[in-house]
């Protein structure tokens, strides 16, 4: 058996598919935890927390045994990245199709490499990181020959994500991935109801980070940048007030329990 075989029999094995369902799991909780931090400051304004995934891992950090629990989410995200290298790999020919899937990759194995990190001790990746490494990167990059456009051609490439993010979700393209013949009539609604909100609400805030890091790259600010946290708070200031912040909150709250029907129903 060739090494490639093998790879492909080690990607679709049993421990495999439970690694990565336990990371769909980690997602969820790392999702419903932003939601719930960014709740609280649109109702109570609380500035203690910060709604980010450095809030979310303090809050995690707090439980008892918080260490072993931030360990645990790191390594099934950790698992969560290398199925989407597997998807790049050994289940897609198209080219664009791969670039996808290695692009999942590269962003659930940095968030996994923050988690353990934070884990380790090192805070940096804490509360209200986000934020401050968002303003960094995009000073930097603002620093290069060409660095205006760069940011903005991130900033462009971000909402186009975002838009297929929502559009995905409103068209419920997400059945096509799940056992839906496994669910029963009421499980299968909720199921809808969770992935089309959610998917909608976190299509939203990617949106308004590619907004922010566009009008970051033309007033060539990187202050104007926005993390998680500070993109969240953005939306209280606009007409529709807090208001638009907790429905917001509330459905990624909502995307993160959809990351726990897809580690019960996803198709691996």
Known sequence: MGIDAT?????????????????????GIVYLLIGVL???????????????????????AHQPFGTLLLV????????LALWCLSRAVFRHDEV????????????YGVVSYSVLAYAAGDRGSGSGASDQQSDDLTAT???????????AAV?????????????????RA???????????????????????????????VFAAVGVFLVVAAVRHSPGDAKGMDDTLRSFSHTPAGPGLLAAVAAGLAV???FSWAEARWRRL
């Open 38 to 60: 960014a709740l609280r400051i649109s109702f109570a304004g609380d500035e203690r927390r910060q709604a980010d995934r450095g809030g979310a891992l303090a809050e995690v």
């Open 141 to 151: 990059v603002l620093g290069w020959p060409a660095g205006q456009w760069i940011v």
């Open 7 to 27: 790879a492909r029999r080690v990607a679709d094995g049993r421990a495999a598919r439970g690694a990565t369902r336990a990371g769909f799991v980690a997602r």
């Open 174 to 204: 997400y059945r096509k991935d799940l056992r839906t013949s496994e669910m029963s009539p009421v499980v299968e609604r909720c199921v809808d109801v969770l992935g089309t909100v959610g998917g909608t609400a976190r299509g939203c």
């Open 96 to 107: 664009r199709e791969r670039l996808l899937w290695a692009g999942r990759f590269v962003f």
């Open 155 to 171: 900033g462009l490439g971000t909402i186009g994500a975002a838009g297929w993010i929502a559009v995905q979700a409103i068209r």
């Open 255 to 257: 995307f993160g329990m």
């Open 72 to 79: 645990a989410l790191g390594l099934a995200l950790g698992a």
